[in-house]
C-alpha cells in the first residue's frame, strides 16, 4: 500500500516529462519482473508480467500523435521492445528481456533528465510551487491544496 501512495504522489506533483519517466521506469520494473518469472519457472506470472509490459507499450503507442520521424522512431522501438518481449515469452529467453531493457534505459534516463531540468526551469521561474500538501482525490480529479507560493489553500 505504501508503495501505491509513493506513486500517486510522484504521479501528482509529476510534470510530462517526469510521468513519461515514470512510464519506462514501471516498463522496465515489468521486464525486470518478467526476467524473475523465467528464473523462477513461474508460468502464470510471467503471463502477467509480460502482459503489464505490452499494456504499457500500448500506452507509449497511443501518446504518439502525428506521423513526424521522432514519432515513427519511438513507434518503432516500441514495436521492437514488443517483439523482444513475445520471443522472450515464447522461448523462455531472459536474454531478449535483457536486451529490452538495454534499449527502454537511455529512454528512461533521457526522459528523467528533461524532466529534472524543466522542474528546475519551472522553480527558477517561479512558475511552480515548491511546496505542495494536503491534496485530496475525488471524482476524478483534485479537490483541494496548498501550495507554497501563495501560503494558502486553493481549489485544484
Known sequence: MIEKEYLAGRVASANDAQLVAIVYEGLIDSLNESIDNIKKGDIQRLGESINKCREILAELIATLSGDSEIAMNYKSLYMYVN????????SMDTEKLYEAVKVVTPLHEGWSELGEKLFKESIENGKASQAVSGM??????????FTGSGNKWEKG
Open 83 to 90: 517483439e523482444l518481449i513475445t520471443k522472450a515469452h515464447i
Open 136 to 145: 485530496t482525490y475525488g471524482n476524478g480529479y483534485l479537490n483541494e491544496q
